[in-house]
């Protein structure tokens, strides 16, 4: 089984702060790990993706996340905050292999940026 | 290239009554997934369907069903609808055999249950 945890609910910076969103998970195989975003009264949208390549990824918008093994987590960083950078974000988890590709979401964090 | 679209875009139901939600998948894509994502949630799998056969369902009662077309779109049918019910229902699409693709989302279609 597969899950995610996504760490507060609720995290808030200044503009042109440091974003830093945490997400752990846990698979019983090796997992592929994706970052959505959805802005209110929207869908999601994909920001990044980790599928075993480098575990250093850059994703739209200037974000960026490192797969790390050994701690079971993949979080999520942008340098500089932006105000247009509010919105709800998604941690998920499928499995590389098996027979379907259902993600698992965390239950998202929800990020405001002060002026 | 179009993407994934849904509809309606809302919809307002009684308790007992039955819905049906549309997808269509993004151009060339053959896997669609639903997901229910609640007030404040995070989605919810349902099930997913790969060539017209479905291909892995969540924790969810038979009264929620779904049907894939030959050209890839797809129907979420709800049956005996629930206050509980009331979500904003996903649909997504991928390219390529289960467990190797990355799924795209539609807008959703926010289902209020009465």
């Known amino acids: 089984a597969q899950s995610v945890t996504q760490l507060g609910s609720h995290v808030s910076v200044s503009e042109g702060a440091l974003v830093l969103l945490r997400c752990n998970y846990s698979s019983s195989v090796p997992p592929y790990l994706f970052w959505y975003v959805q802005y209110p009264n929207q869908g999601l949208q994909l920001l990044l993706k980790y599928t075993s390549a480098a575990t250093l990824v850059k994703g739209i918008n200037g974000f960026e996340a490192e797969f790390k093994k050994s701690e079971t987590s993949f979080h999520l960083t942008k340098p500089s905050a932006h105000m247009s950078d509010a919105a709800e974000y998604f941690c998920?988890?499928?499995?590389?292999?098996?027979?379907?590709?259902?993600?698992?979401f965390g239950k998202g964090i929800t990020l405001s940026v002060r002026p | 290239e179009t993407g994934v679209t849904q509809s309606p875009t809302h919809l307002i139901k009684t308790r007992g009554q039955q819905v049906t939600l549309r997808c269509s998948s993004q151009?060339?894509?053959?896997?669609v997934s639903w997901y229910q994502q609640a007030l404040g949630q995070g989605p919810q799998f349902i099930f997913q369907y790969y060539r017209e056969e479905e291909n892995g369902r969540g924790n969810f009662p038979p009264r929620f069903s779904g049907l894939q077309f030959p050209n890839y779109s797809s129907e979420l049918n709800v049956n005996a609808l629930e206050l509980d019910d009331s979500a904003l229902y996903l649909c997504a699409s991928s390219l390529g055999g289960p467990g190797t693709e990355t799924q795209y989302f539609g807008p959703g279609t926010r289902l209020l249950v009465l």
């Open positions: 151009s060339g894509h053959n896997t």
């Open positions: 998920a988890v499928s499995e590389s292999s098996g027979a379907n590709s259902k993600l698992t």
